[in-house]
Protein backbone atom coordinates (compact mmCIF):
# COMPACT_ATOMS: atom_id res chain seq x y z
CA UNK A 1 0.00 0.00 0.00
CA UNK A 2 2.71 2.56 0.55
CA UNK A 3 4.21 2.01 -2.70
CA UNK A 4 0.63 2.75 -4.33
CA UNK A 5 0.47 6.16 -2.16
CA UNK A 6 4.09 6.91 -3.40
CA UNK A 7 2.29 6.63 -6.54
CA UNK A 8 -0.15 9.44 -5.79
CA UNK A 9 2.68 11.68 -4.63
CA UNK A 10 4.31 11.22 -8.24
CA UNK A 11 1.28 12.16 -9.54
CA UNK A 12 0.85 15.09 -7.97
CA UNK A 13 4.79 16.27 -8.32
CA UNK A 14 4.98 14.83 -12.09
CA UNK A 15 1.80 13.69 -13.84
CA UNK A 16 -0.52 16.72 -12.98
CA UNK A 17 1.84 19.53 -13.96
CA UNK A 18 2.91 18.10 -17.06
CA UNK A 19 -1.04 17.74 -17.86
CA UNK A 20 -2.10 20.79 -16.25
CA UNK A 21 -3.51 22.52 -19.09
CA UNK A 22 -5.99 19.36 -19.80
CA UNK A 23 -6.96 18.70 -16.23
CA UNK A 24 -7.53 22.56 -16.38
CA UNK A 25 -9.64 22.31 -19.46
CA UNK A 26 -11.88 19.39 -17.91
CA UNK A 27 -12.54 21.33 -14.57
CA UNK A 28 -13.83 23.98 -16.00
CA UNK A 29 -15.65 22.62 -19.54
CA UNK A 30 -17.03 19.19 -17.92
CA UNK A 31 -16.30 15.56 -19.56
CA UNK A 32 -16.99 14.58 -23.10
CA UNK A 33 -15.72 10.91 -23.59
CA UNK A 34 -15.83 9.59 -26.80
CA UNK A 35 -17.25 5.84 -25.58
CA UNK A 36 -18.39 3.92 -22.99
CA UNK A 37 -16.30 0.93 -22.06
CA UNK A 38 -18.08 -2.07 -20.02
CA UNK A 39 -15.30 -4.15 -18.97
CA UNK A 40 -14.11 -6.76 -16.18
CA UNK A 41 -12.43 -5.91 -13.04
CA UNK A 42 -9.79 -7.79 -13.40
CA UNK A 43 -6.16 -5.81 -12.36
CA UNK A 44 -4.86 -7.19 -15.55
CA UNK A 45 -7.18 -5.27 -17.97
CA UNK A 46 -6.53 -1.60 -17.84
CA UNK A 47 -9.03 -0.16 -20.14
CA UNK A 48 -7.46 3.47 -20.50
CA UNK A 49 -3.95 1.62 -21.19
CA UNK A 50 -5.44 -0.70 -24.20
CA UNK A 51 -7.58 2.72 -25.72
CA UNK A 52 -4.11 4.89 -25.05
CA UNK A 53 -6.94 7.19 -23.64
CA UNK A 54 -6.35 10.29 -21.93
CA UNK A 55 -8.40 11.68 -19.17
CA UNK A 56 -11.51 12.75 -20.29
CA UNK A 57 -11.89 10.47 -23.18
CA UNK A 58 -13.10 7.18 -21.90
CA UNK A 59 -16.28 7.08 -19.62
CA UNK A 60 -15.74 3.37 -17.80
CA UNK A 61 -17.51 1.15 -16.02
CA UNK A 62 -15.69 -2.17 -14.60
CA UNK A 63 -17.68 -5.36 -12.91
CA UNK A 64 -16.55 -8.84 -12.54
CA UNK A 65 -17.27 -10.31 -15.76
CA UNK A 66 -17.82 -7.58 -17.78
CA UNK A 67 -21.80 -8.23 -17.14
CA UNK A 68 -24.43 -5.80 -17.95
CA UNK A 69 -27.59 -6.71 -16.54
CA UNK A 70 -30.67 -6.50 -18.38
CA UNK A 71 -33.14 -3.72 -18.29
CA UNK A 72 -35.20 -3.93 -14.96
CA UNK A 73 -33.20 -7.05 -13.88
CA UNK A 74 -31.71 -4.84 -11.23
CA UNK A 75 -31.46 -0.89 -10.45
CA UNK A 76 -27.78 -0.67 -10.22
CA UNK A 77 -24.52 0.86 -10.87
CA UNK A 78 -24.31 -0.54 -14.30
CA UNK A 79 -27.45 0.44 -15.29
CA UNK A 80 -27.00 3.95 -14.32
CA UNK A 81 -23.93 4.03 -15.19
CA UNK A 82 -25.65 3.26 -18.70
CA UNK A 83 -28.02 5.70 -19.28
CA UNK A 84 -25.78 8.56 -17.98
CA UNK A 85 -23.21 8.34 -20.50
CA UNK A 86 -26.44 8.11 -23.22
CA UNK A 87 -28.60 10.45 -22.09
CA UNK A 88 -26.02 12.65 -19.95
CA UNK A 89 -23.01 12.24 -22.27
CA UNK A 90 -23.75 11.46 -25.52
CA UNK A 91 -21.52 8.84 -26.28
CA UNK A 92 -22.39 7.55 -29.26
CA UNK A 93 -20.42 3.91 -28.94
CA UNK A 94 -20.35 1.44 -26.35
CA UNK A 95 -17.82 -1.18 -25.59
CA UNK A 96 -18.09 -4.72 -23.66
CA UNK A 97 -14.67 -5.45 -23.24
CA UNK A 98 -13.96 -9.48 -21.79
CA UNK A 99 -10.30 -10.68 -21.77
CA UNK A 100 -8.82 -14.21 -21.48
CA UNK A 101 -7.96 -16.30 -18.48
CA UNK A 102 -11.47 -14.33 -16.69
CA UNK A 103 -11.96 -15.37 -12.86
CA UNK A 104 -15.45 -14.16 -13.43
CA UNK A 105 -15.93 -17.13 -16.85
CA UNK A 106 -13.99 -19.73 -15.02
CA UNK A 107 -16.88 -19.58 -12.15
CA UNK A 108 -19.47 -19.69 -14.45
CA UNK A 109 -17.91 -22.56 -17.20
CA UNK A 110 -17.60 -24.76 -13.60
CA UNK A 111 -19.43 -27.65 -13.28
CA UNK A 112 -20.13 -26.27 -9.42
CA UNK A 113 -20.75 -22.53 -8.09
CA UNK A 114 -18.28 -21.02 -6.23
CA UNK A 115 -19.16 -21.78 -2.66
CA UNK A 116 -18.95 -19.10 -0.05
CA UNK A 117 -19.87 -16.30 -2.23
CA UNK A 118 -23.66 -16.01 -2.52
CA UNK A 119 -23.35 -12.37 -4.33
CA UNK A 120 -20.87 -14.01 -6.45
CA UNK A 121 -22.96 -16.59 -7.83
CA UNK A 122 -25.83 -14.41 -8.32
CA UNK A 123 -24.29 -11.85 -10.30
CA UNK A 124 -22.87 -14.68 -12.53
CA UNK A 125 -26.43 -15.26 -13.27
CA UNK A 126 -26.11 -12.71 -16.33
CA UNK A 127 -23.85 -14.35 -17.56
CA UNK A 128 -26.12 -17.80 -17.63
CA UNK A 129 -27.29 -17.55 -21.61
CA UNK A 130 -23.26 -17.68 -22.50
CA UNK A 131 -22.75 -20.97 -20.62
CA UNK A 132 -25.98 -22.66 -21.61
CA UNK A 133 -24.93 -21.92 -25.54
CA UNK A 134 -21.58 -23.51 -25.09
CA UNK A 135 -23.05 -26.70 -23.28
CA UNK A 136 -25.69 -27.42 -25.34
CA UNK A 137 -23.40 -26.03 -29.39
CA UNK A 138 -19.67 -26.77 -28.02
CA UNK A 139 -20.02 -29.61 -25.26
CA UNK A 140 -16.38 -31.32 -26.55
CA UNK A 141 -15.08 -28.06 -25.21
CA UNK A 142 -13.02 -28.67 -21.91
CA UNK A 143 -10.59 -26.37 -19.32
CA UNK A 144 -9.14 -23.94 -20.89
CA UNK A 145 -10.67 -23.71 -24.41
CA UNK A 146 -14.35 -24.09 -22.92
CA UNK A 147 -13.27 -20.91 -20.40
CA UNK A 148 -12.45 -19.19 -23.78
CA UNK A 149 -15.61 -20.42 -25.65
CA UNK A 150 -17.97 -19.13 -22.68
CA UNK A 151 -15.76 -15.58 -22.28
CA UNK A 152 -16.74 -15.31 -26.53
CA UNK A 153 -20.23 -15.96 -25.68
CA UNK A 154 -20.69 -13.87 -22.81
CA UNK A 155 -19.96 -10.78 -24.54
CA UNK A 156 -22.47 -11.50 -27.34
CA UNK A 157 -25.15 -11.60 -24.71
CA UNK A 158 -24.04 -8.65 -22.75
CA UNK A 159 -24.52 -6.95 -25.87
CA UNK A 160 -27.97 -8.70 -26.20
CA UNK A 161 -28.58 -7.16 -22.63
CA UNK A 162 -27.68 -3.79 -23.72
CA UNK A 163 -29.90 -3.71 -26.24
CA UNK A 164 -32.88 -3.69 -23.89
CA UNK A 165 -31.69 -0.44 -22.17
CA UNK A 166 -34.09 2.30 -23.41
CA UNK A 167 -32.02 4.90 -23.32
CA UNK A 168 -29.53 2.34 -25.82
CA UNK A 169 -32.48 1.11 -27.76
CA UNK A 170 -33.85 4.41 -28.77
CA UNK A 171 -30.38 5.71 -29.91
CA UNK A 172 -29.70 2.54 -32.06
CA UNK A 173 -33.22 3.07 -33.63
CA UNK A 174 -32.05 7.35 -34.10
CA UNK A 175 -28.59 5.56 -35.64
CA UNK A 176 -26.62 7.71 -33.31
CA UNK A 177 -25.58 4.48 -31.05
CA UNK A 178 -22.53 1.38 -32.27
CA UNK A 179 -21.97 -1.14 -30.32
CA UNK A 180 -18.56 -3.12 -29.87
CA UNK A 181 -17.79 -6.37 -28.49
CA UNK A 182 -14.03 -6.76 -27.75
CA UNK A 183 -12.07 -9.59 -26.07
CA UNK A 184 -8.56 -9.03 -24.67
CA UNK A 185 -6.11 -11.92 -24.79
CA UNK A 186 -3.55 -11.03 -22.20
CA UNK A 187 -0.98 -13.59 -23.04
CA UNK A 188 -0.80 -12.51 -26.97
CA UNK A 189 -1.41 -8.93 -26.78
CA UNK A 190 -4.02 -8.81 -28.90
CA UNK A 191 -7.46 -7.79 -28.94
CA UNK A 192 -10.00 -8.93 -30.86
CA UNK A 193 -13.24 -7.28 -32.32
CA UNK A 194 -16.64 -8.84 -32.67
CA UNK A 195 -17.84 -9.25 -36.28
CA UNK A 196 -22.01 -8.66 -36.17
CA UNK A 197 -22.23 -9.92 -39.98
CA UNK A 198 -20.19 -13.26 -39.25
CA UNK A 199 -20.81 -13.48 -35.50
CA UNK A 200 -16.91 -13.96 -34.90
CA UNK A 201 -14.35 -12.23 -33.24
CA UNK A 202 -11.45 -11.51 -35.48
CA UNK A 203 -8.07 -9.88 -34.49
CA UNK A 204 -7.69 -5.73 -34.97
CA UNK A 205 -5.32 -4.92 -37.14
CA UNK A 206 -4.41 -0.92 -38.44
CA UNK A 207 -4.87 -2.06 -41.95
CA UNK A 208 -8.31 -3.82 -41.61
CA UNK A 209 -11.76 -2.44 -41.41
CA UNK A 210 -13.22 -2.17 -37.25
CA UNK A 211 -15.57 -5.19 -36.80
CA UNK A 212 -18.35 -4.11 -35.08
CA UNK A 213 -20.67 -5.92 -33.29
CA UNK A 214 -23.92 -3.23 -34.32
CA UNK A 215 -23.06 -0.50 -36.38
CA UNK A 216 -24.97 3.01 -36.16
CA UNK A 217 -27.63 3.27 -38.63
CA UNK A 218 -30.71 5.04 -38.83
CA UNK A 219 -33.83 2.63 -38.51
CA UNK A 220 -37.09 4.37 -40.12
CA UNK A 221 -40.06 4.67 -37.80
CA UNK A 222 -42.49 3.08 -40.90
CA UNK A 223 -40.91 0.87 -43.54
CA UNK A 224 -41.18 2.50 -47.01
CA UNK A 225 -43.37 -0.58 -48.06
CA UNK A 226 -45.94 -0.28 -46.16
CA UNK A 227 -45.56 4.26 -46.55
CA UNK A 228 -46.02 3.36 -50.08
CA UNK A 229 -49.19 1.25 -49.28
CA UNK A 230 -50.65 4.11 -47.15
CA UNK A 231 -50.61 6.41 -49.75
Not at 66 to 74: D, H, I, K, L, Q
Not at 110 to 137: F, Q
Not at 202 to 227: G, K, N, Q, S
Amino acid sequence: MNELIGRVFSFEKTVFPDSRELFGKLSTEGQSPKALMISCADSRIVPEQIMQAEPGELFVCRNAGNMVPSYATMNGGVSSTVEYAVVALGVRDIIVCGHSDCGAMKALAAPEAPEGMPNVVAWLRHGAAAEHVVSTCSPHLYGNDRVRAVSLENIKAQIAHLRTHPSVAAAIARGEMALHGWFVDISAGQVLGLDGDSGQFVVMREDRTLPVALPAAPRFAVEPALAEAAE
